[in-house]
């Protein structure tokens, strides 16, 4: 997108006009105040809006939430927030989904365990339904109560945090839809009645906020929606930089705030894809390039990879290194797209040997990345050495890696080596339920073994 576009007026008499000065959208992290235009491109999303939400369609799951910081804790007035209590907002979730290994009782967690040890141990499921349990005062037994003690209608901290909880822990255990009905109660995250009124502060925790656009998105089927909401938040978080940035203020909280604005700039990028707009989203991360020095804060390079995946997806490679070079995405970043984006010009060959050359470089030092093996896994099945690959999978598996990625390829080498797979995959399953639990998520769905 073009930020540099702005209204103009016309100028009457013989007066002589100084040149316009350029104006900063709202993806940009000047530190100014944000009364700029937004680019041609969002204007044409707002017109458009209302007409979007009778025709579009609902997006693709959503990925899973990141973690963000916890709001600032100021003194805010009693409001009511009874109307997120009511349990017709939220759905039962089924057990069928699960396989029989994951179900035994002895493996499941008690019912009186804390939320924190749910999420620590990886049973986003029952996290998800105890969350409920606190939000309707609803608890299935007295132990159960003292745990998840029902929430305040007046404590909103607490109805936040158990409500992102709740959302995000559908989305971990492959049940978006759901989340993205219920987030619909939220209703305008952007209105007044969600700020304090005494300091000006929102209420809501910026990574319920940041997750609830691109549910409330699926859930209305309107796709527009997540750029706009999108933009309002940079709006946001542009103020915010300009007011952190004053004398006294803390640098950290400065960065913070750029840190979230480069995030927003990415997640609009990722809204335009699944909108199938690729012609817009290559515009708009083309914007981005000027904000370099806020993809790799704290040297994890994290938004720079986000950056250059998105790029891949588009079918450029050449920006997609672009944005790694020079260190710029982390310590093992450039290796890793350079590794990608041989296999997306189907150079397999070339892309297994900067895998291996990977795995090696981590295994001395006592790491074993599953992305990494995984990939290379790949580029071994598309040169024709499958054996090799189940045998590399299987082995992660043992050392404790099971994400759905890794599961599901596993058992489609075993379709493909085999007619009888339905034993290897149930002997998988219980293979992956007798690991201990950790915080990435014990249980698994059948849709992890292709069940």
Not at 167 to 186: M, N, R, V
Request: hydrophobic letters at 40%.
């Amino acid at each position: 997108m073009d930020f540099s576009q702005g209204h103009t007026r016309n100028k009457s008499g013989a007066r002589p006009s100084r040149p316009r000065s350029s104006t900063k959208g709202p993806l940009d992290a000047e530190e100014a105040p944000v009364m700029s235009p937004i680019s041609s491109q969002a204007a044409r999303f707002s017109s458009t809006h209302q007409a979007s939400s009778r025709t579009s369609s609902p997006l693709p799951r959503s990925p899973a939430p990141p973690k963000s910081p916890a709001p600032s804790t100021a003194p805010v007035t009693s409001k009511d927030f009874s109307f997120l209590l009511r349990p017709e907002i939220y759905h039962q979730i089924s057990p069928l989904s699960v396989p029989t290994p994951f179900r035994s009782p002895p493996r499941q967690p008690a019912p009186d365990t804390p939320i924190p040890d749910l999420l620590s141990r990886g049973h986003f499921r029952a996290a998800a339904i105890a969350a409920v349990q606190a939000l309707t005062s609803s608890p299935v037994s007295a132990t159960a109560a003292a745990a998840h003690p029902p929430a305040d209608p007046a404590d909103h901290a607490r109805i936040f945090e158990l409500l992102y909880t709740r959302l995000a822990c559908l989305c971990l255990i492959d049940a978006a839809p759901l989340a993205a009905q219920e987030a619909k109660a939220l209703e305008d995250l952007n209105s007044a009645f969600y700020l304090d009124p005494l300091s000006g502060a929102h209420l809501a925790p910026w990574a319920l906020r940041v997750l609830g656009v691109r549910l409330q998105a699926i859930g209305f089927g309107d796709p527009r929606r997540a750029v706009m909401s999108y933009y309002e938040l940079a709006r946001e978080a542009r103020l915010q930089v300009a007011r952190a940035g004053g004398k006294g203020r803390d640098p950290s909280e400065v960065e913070l705030w750029k840190r979230r604005l480069a995030e927003l700039g990415v997640k609009v990028a990722g809204a335009l894809v699944e909108m199938d707009d690729l012609a817009g989203a290559a515009e708009h991360l083309a914007t981005l390039g000027g904000g370099d020095q806020h993809f790799n804060v704290g040297g994890d390079g994290r938004l720079a990879m986000s950056r250059a995946l998105l790029w891949l997806h588009l079918g450029d490679v050449e920006a997609a290194r672009r944005c790694v070079k020079d260190g710029k995405g982390g310590e093992t970043g450039e290796s890793i797209v350079n590794a990608l984006a041989d296999m997306a010009d189907g150079e397999y060959e070339a892309a297994l040997e900067k895998w291996k050359t990977l795995r090696r470089t981590m295994e001395e030092n006592n790491v074993h990345d599953e992305m990494v093996g995984v990939n290379m896994t790949v580029c071994l099945l598309y040169t024709g050495n499958m054996a090799e690959a189940r045998d590399i999978l299987e082995g992660l598996v043992d050392t404790g890696q099971t994400s759905h990625t890794l599961l599901f390829n596993l058992t489609t080498m075993y379709e493909l080596c085999t007619d009888r797979h339905k034993n290897l995959k149930m002997r998988l399953a219980e293979r992956v339920a007798s690991k201990p639990p950790t915080s990435q998520g014990w249980e698994k769905t059948n849709a992890d073994f292709k069940l």
